[in-house]
């Protein structure tokens, strides 16, 4: 079977693709390696900002159903000393430059918007070879496979399309993130939930911090980063419950509230270790392949990756409705301007790791709020 254009992955990048493709009547096929749509929780909040993830969703035709899935005052932020003082406290200003979303509602908006079909489940990938001409064979863990004259790897950190492109792996960027929940917070967890505010806490010390985040439904979200080699978690039992009081112990002498974020946590604690490609990751075109979000670009978090990945999902499809008919101009197209903005994304995203878990953590990340919360620095 052949298809013209295949998206490896559904995540927000490759659907945003898909979808876009889809309002100016380009079909596509998005192969998901996740058995169905509901088969993981897709925890966590995004904020989704006015000059990427919203131009995004503008160019999907969607912005209506994305105001509708506002968590109205997540954007409130606020920074603590590691004693519980108050260091830092900017309400939500109700502008809406940043709203915040949950990532499996705003996954539902862009499926729901997909013709019936579009999105094949449970198809991994397993890899893809050259047949000439920009078309390419993807075979399936399943042992099925199909032809593509335009493949667009949009498989996230671990793409298995890279390998067509570049040699480059990710590698681990110092830091892992532990993330766990509590639920139910103002009336179980109420000095804890009176320390994270409305929008989001971040406590941050030297090699450690603390970032919480409330989400609808009176639940807190919270990230540990600790700045440690990736031995050191492998030989924690994360799974056991006394994982949470030698996590804890990293924060020895800080505000009770802030500790009860680990140690009274409803849910197991689940190390993220944070991988990265080279900043200014690139490849020299190959003709009819291409790779969006974080499997061109993968960095630390930064509150960017969602935005970037859905903002190269509405590009390369205005690229390719551009060029109708020369896939070549309009992957050019796209990828230039992308591999700028990545590069430019990711000295940033470096940046930001640093500024939170770096020798002079807290004060560098307090200067670049402050900065941030100039009149004149805010996008209208
Ligand atoms: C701890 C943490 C916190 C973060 N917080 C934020 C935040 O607040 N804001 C923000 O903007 N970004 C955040 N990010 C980054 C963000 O999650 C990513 O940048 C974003 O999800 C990238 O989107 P994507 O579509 O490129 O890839 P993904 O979201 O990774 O989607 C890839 C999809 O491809 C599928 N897939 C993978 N391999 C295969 C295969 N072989 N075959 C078929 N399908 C496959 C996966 O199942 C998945 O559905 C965070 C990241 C981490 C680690």
Redesign the pocket.
Known sequence: MEQAVVI???????LTLARVLHVHGIPSVV????PGAGSRTQG?Q??IHDHNGQRALEAAGLTEGFRSIIHEGGEATRVLDRDGTMLIDEPDDGRHRRPEVLRGDLRRLLLDSLPAGTVRWG???AGASRLGDGRHEVVFADGSSTVADLLVG???????VRPLLSDATPRYAGAT?I?TYLHDADNRHPRAAAAVGAGAMFALAPGRAIFAHREAGDLLHV?VELKRPAEWFTGIDFGDPAAKGLVAAEFAGWAPELTALVTDSDTPLVP?P?HTLPIGHRWQRVPGVTL????AHLMP?S???????MLEGAELADALVRHPGDVEAALAAYEEPMFARAALEAVDAHRMLELCLGDDAPSGFIAMMKRMSEPDRRPS
């Open positions: 490896i992955g559904a995540g927000l990048g490759g192969y998901e390696a996740e966590g995004l904020d198809r991994k990938l949009a498989d996230g950190a671990w793409s298995r993130f993330e990230y993220r944070i969006l979000g974080d499997a978090p509150g960017e990756g969602a935005n970037l990945a």
